[in-house]
């Protein structure tokens, strides 16, 4: 084989200008072929013209919600766009995506993306959003679903949120009153980091520690954080370098990836993320398994998703009541690893967004504001001072109710010392409103009013 190569390369020598007439025969063959599957591809539809190799990347600048948004209203409510050579439908109307949710395990639509750019992030098989091999993508998505309905899951989740709304009161609390000094409080940045205060302990049974971490940066407090605070900061940091990769990897095409920069710098970057955060997981994993199986017996154990995770289909914890082969196993520490960070992404940014973007609409619109204010002051308690016979009082203040003076008094009834019953009957001398009230009223009444009066009445 050398001795062939080595006559080839002595017998037959080339110029730069016939190596780039041999680059513009292949471009130029490359180009016809690539056109002609383009103008002869079945259902054709609106779309932006592709070019070879990079496809449609060439639109995909800033904000990609906004780019896409603006391609759908252009080209009408079902539009192709190109990733490199791979062809992707974008569905905008409703009525259309009846087949492709269809919840039967028959559906011909169970994929919401394909590529080998699922291999390259380590992807296949694991966790749920990527996952294309159904039989794993059914066992983890069932594992999950039956950690996140387990009663002391949600007693715990509520006493966390409770917890960490106090806590981030309290440094906005502490921020409006420090040094006489307007602080601006970028609610974006707050909101995200309370959600994950909240998720991180929920998900991994481990500190955050996001808030703390920021109001000390506020104030300019330089107090050491917990190794175990930095690292789940690293993690989450690193987890929107993952979501990052993803939307990097979907939308540019593995020969940009890997042969242009700066696309091969980003693709090196986003790698090695991707491992970070499998090691990261892993070792939280096998720590957290050890320390299950070091748990004196009858000792609970806690009440967070890895723990389940860990727990299930073991005597520790529960199992599916058909146990075959598929759901009966316990889970790999690989399984494991991926569903949680799915389980962080997917508790995070939803939730965080929503809180946002509600926020946001209900400060702009005056009217949503007060309905919100009368619908609070309706369900709590409020502590505002309200006003009874012209005074102002405090909330809670105690009174007392004197009705046997009330049903005394010649302010409320004709002649109210003798026996009419058949005043209540007079549509000319109804009884004042709360004038008579023998079972109470108001958030304080009787609760079995409605049998007392059964009683009496039989």
């Known amino acids: 084989m050398n001795y062939a190569i080595s006559y080839i390369t002595s017998h037959i020598t080339l110029t730069l200008t016939d190596w780039l007439t041999i680059f513009l025969i292949i471009a130029l063959l490359y180009t016809t072929e ?10 054709p539809l609106p779309g932006p013209l ?6 449609n990347a060439y639109l995909f600048r800033g904000d990609y919600s906004e780019v896409f948004l603006k391609l759908q209203k252009k080209y009408g409510t079902m539009m192709e766009v190109y990733f490199g050579p791979k062809r992707m439908i974008w569905i905008g ?12 395990p028959k559906s ?3 994929y919401r993306a394909i590529g080998s750019w699922i291999d390259e992030l380590k992807m296949t098989g694991m966790g749920m959003g ?37 806590e981030l009161e309290g440094y906005w609390i502490k921020l409006s009153k420090g040094n006489n000094k307007v ?27 996001l808030m703390l971490t920021h109001y000390n940066n506020i104030i300019n407090n330089n107090t050491k954080i917990t190794f175990e605070q930095n690292q789940a900061i690293e993690m989450l940091g690193r987890i929107r370098i993952w979501q990052k990769s993803i939307v990097f990897f979907y ?21 090695y993320n991707i491992n970070w955060l499998n090691e990261y997981f892993i070792n939280i994993t096998k720590i957290r398994r050890k320390e299950i199986e070091n748990t004196p017996k009858g000792e609970t154990l806690s009440s967070d998703i890895l723990t389940s995770l860990i727990c299930s289909n073991t005597h520790l914890g529960t199992q599916f009541d058909n146990i075959n082969d598929e759901y009966g196993r316990p889970m790999t520490n690989e399984e494991i690893m991926r569903v949680t960070i799915e389980a962080i992404t997917g508790g995070t940014n939803p939730l965080g967004s929503g809180i946002c973007f509600t926020l946001y609409h209900i400060a702009k619109n005056p009217q949503a504001q007060s309905k919100v204010h009368d619908e609070i002051d309706r369900v709590l308690a409020s502590d505002k001072e309200d006003t009874v016979a012209g005074f102002k009082w405090k909330a809670k203040q105690e009174f007392f109710i004197h009705n046997y003076y009330i049903q005394n008094s010649k302010t409320h009834w004709r002649d109210p010392e003798l026996f009419i019953p058949e005043r209540y009957l007079d549509d000319n001398e109804k009884p004042e409103e709360n004038s008579h009230l023998p079972f109470g009223g108001g958030i304080r009444i009787c609760p079995g009013r409605h049998l007392a009066l059964t009683n009496a009445k039989i």
């Open 34 to 43: 690539y056109y002609l599957s383009y103008f002869t591809r079945s259902n």
């Open 50 to 55: 592709p070019f070879p190799i990079i496809g």
């Open 93 to 104: 109307d409703a009525k259309l995506i009846k087949k492709l949710n269809d919840p039967s």
């Open 108 to 110: 011909n639509f169970p």
């Open 130 to 166: 990527l996952n294309n091999h159904m039989s794993s993508w059914r066992f983890n998505r069932a594992m999950l679903a039956k950690s996140v309905i387990v009663p002391s899951l949600f007693r715990q989740l509520v006493h966390v949120m409770e917890k960490t709304f106090e």
């Open 183 to 209: 602080i601006k409080i970028d609610l974006a940045d707050w909101v995200y980091k309370y959600t994950n205060d909240i998720i991180v302990p929920t998900v991994t049974k481990k500190p955050a520690g």
């Open 251 to 271: 939308f540019f095409p593995k020969f940009l990836r890997h042969y242009i920069p700066p696309f091969t710098f980003l693709n090196t970057k986003y790698l």
